[in-house]
């Protein structure tokens, strides 16, 4: 074979041309790395373009970490700032709850503590950088007013610090100052201090009192039950049993009324039932049992009665009390129908009855009209002084003076007062004649001191007969009642046990002289039927409306049958309200599993629309405008907004278009159809511009006047069985689900002294309030919110509690802190580890790479040079 001079010119080419690339390539490795281009090198291109992007994700995550380290730096800052103020409130609080203090240094104490809350508010406010650090996702609006309310949210701001792995780094102002503690436990408390009757008044009830003196000692679970109801005599062995009437809501949730009697008259003190007796069966009706105990009753110091949740992170029970030895001759056991013969079946009519009733709770709430008639109760001991049992307030919730006008008390309709009865005593001892039904006309200038003066002439006609106005009450006296007289006593020391024939009665009536409901029951005695509190353009709750299965404040989504616990199948409520132009309604919501609705009882016409009667559905409503659907709801299906829906169109009855109203107030009304369906949401649509409705940030109901304050409204909104305890068979009242409220909204219920749930500004005013007006102890004597204040001593477990909710929030600000300090050191570490490794895939070694480079080089030069020696070879050679 012939090789041409064509042949090894091309392949002396491609050598040269191969090691040429050869030592360029090599020569370019010089520069730092083993490829420029991804072609030079696919697997080394795409390793590398990984660890690129691994390198510039875990760079991204150290900024972020090191930006939320930051972030929980100074929120650090702040909540070490606020566990510091705290202490110092905390040393001041106990300062003022020991009780040595005058006036003038308890209240520098307060203001000293007020100064306190305001840089704990201050703190709340933190911001850095033009952010606020408290306020959730909300960071460029401040997030608590000067009244602690919040304006931020519950968000958190989370840093990205890998694939899937996303970490919360602030802390937000509602789990920092809201929330709820799963470890704490909710305690309540009467607020009526109770004393030792007998040490009290020896002289009536203890004739071997060693002294005589009467000395106030606070009421031991040791004491007899007669020591803690009272007596009107010296006889221990006949005093009628004592009936309790107790409405409440167990620890699970559940609510229940209970009624017993239970012995006071003894002959061996020894075999007497005692306060502990009382405690025990207070303590079964929670639930205890002779093996366990859901809850502890005690009396404390003051003689409360108090109860503890022995679980915790439940906020569940209430607890209202009254008792009586009253006998209604109506609830008689043998009477056709028979009764339950346990008291009375009406708790109603212990108002009028006459009996002395004895109160456990109170709170400064209008309760609703709910006697005909009311009768004065004697003093057990002071005979001569009797006391019509209600505290006369006005429409306003002041307490009535003697130039009040009985029209701002009583209710529209009432015209007239009977006053029936019987005399006071004629001479000492004797009792005076029945009194002739008299008329007492109401006009536009009738005064209390009127009545006053009227029920003097009539009781004291025959007699010496004094009428007394105190705190609201009328109190009469009779003057010729004698005195105890043992000869071995002061005349001065001795009490008034002679007896009296006084007895007043006062029947309220309608124009036409028909007995109406005039009278309230007094505020110790109501429970749930009462007004909600006011404030400006704000009508205000007591009761937080919680989910039972999970312990949280419902929301306007939740449904009222998650709070109730049970069907509300067969459950009517009743309101009783003014709406925002003052228009007195009334009316009921009856829930029912066919489609609940809410009917009005009077007035009978609105803006020339008849009203009265008509059953209204409870609608589903959507968006805003407001779309309805055209079925009424279940009854265990209705939220909280449909409940404030329905009662928003009531509180803007007065304002609605005559038009609408006979549209939607129509028997033969079909919500399907577009005309009453438009009307039903124009109402709807023109209540939410005059009235808001809605629950709080504990979740408790409001009403907001968005037009006018002070407001015009009034509102009332309890169950219908509020006053029935009537026993079944069995010997309960709550067999039947219906006879107890399934859910309450405004009640005279037990004081709140702890609970699992936190408003921290809201308590700390509180705490601050108590120190102000000098309450110690739950409740007040003044009627004011100073009754429901817990007092100083309970202000102490209370502000403890949320020290330790700021310092778990603290706890876990730290444990933030530290994980992103772990995910900034272990981010570097991986970076290093990124970068080592991508060294290694794409940096050049030098040493290697120049030894490549000379090996080539030489390789070079030698084939240049035999290519050269070749090139000059020819045929003269081989000759």
Known sequence: ???????RYTTMQYQQNKTQNLLDRTLSQMNGLKIQYGYQGTSIFNKTLGLDYNLTTLSQSHALATNALTYTKHTDTALSDLTKNMDQFKTKLVQGANNIHSETSRLAIAKDLKSIRDHFLTLANTSVGGEYIFGGTATTRMPFNADGSYNGNNATLNALLGSNNSVAYNITGAELFFGSDNDKSRMIS????????????????????????????HITAADTLRDLVGDNDADTSNNPPEVFYITGRRADGSAFKSKFSMDVAYTDKNQASTVQDLLDKIGREFGNTEVSQVVDVTVNKWGEIEIKDLTGGRSNIEFYMVSSSYQDPDNDINAVPPGDGVGTADIDRLLNSGVKVNTYVQSPYLGTFSSESITS???????????????????TNEIAKTNTLLSDIFPNGVNSITLSGTEGNTALDTAGAAVAPTNFAITPASTVQDLMDEIKRVYGANGDVDVQFAEGKIIVVDNNV??????????????????????VTLTANDAAGNPVNGFRNDYSVEYDRVGFSRSGGTLSSNVSQIVRSTNEYATMETKLSEVAGVSLDGHTYNFEVKDVN????????????????????????????????????????????PQVGGNATPANDVTYQQLADTLGMVMNLSNSNPGD???????????????????????????????????????????????RIPTRMEFMLYDDESSNFRLDANGRVDTNTTNHPALTFQANNAVIGEDPHVNFFQQIDKIIQALEDGTYRPGSDNYDDSMRNPGIQNAIAIFDHLADHI?????????????????????????????????????TDFAETYLQFSTLALGYQAMLSSIGKISQLSLVNYV
């Open 190 to 217: 009467t607020n009526i201090p109770k004393f030792n009757q007998s040490k009290l008044n020896p002289a009536i009830m203890d004739p071997n009192h060693p002294t005589g003196v009467s000395e106030e000692v």
């Open 807 to 843: 310092n778990k929030v603290h706890t876990k600000n730290g444990a933030q802190g530290n994980a992103f300090k772990y995910s900034i050191e272990r981010t570097e570490a991986l970076i290093v580890q990124v970068k080592t490794l991508r060294s290694e895939t794409i940096d």
């Open 661 to 707: 109203l006979a549209a939607v107030f129509n028997a033969g009304a079909n919500f399907n159809n577009p005309a009453e369906k438009v009307a039903y949401e124009t109402m709807l649509s023109q209540a939410k511009n005059n009235v808001w409705i809605g629950l709080d940030v504990n979740g408790q109901l409001q009403l907001k006047d968005l037009n």
């Open 482 to 503: 004698s005195k105890k007289n043992p000869p071995d006593k002061d005349d001065k020391e001795l009490p008034y046990i002679g007896t009296s024939s006084l007895s």
């Open 377 to 395: 109760v004697e003093d057990y001991n002071d005979h001569r002084v009797h006391t019509i049992p209600t505290t006369f307030r006005t429409h």
């Open 582 to 625: 003052g228009v007195a309604i009334s009316g009921r919501i009856e829930f029912r599993n066919t489609g609940s609705v809410m009917i009005i009882n009077s007035p009978a016409q609105m803006n020339g629309q008849n009203i009265a009667g008509i059953e209204i559905p409870i609608l589903q409503a959507n968006g805003n405008p």
């Open 1 to 7: 074979m012939r090789i041409g001079t064509s042949s």
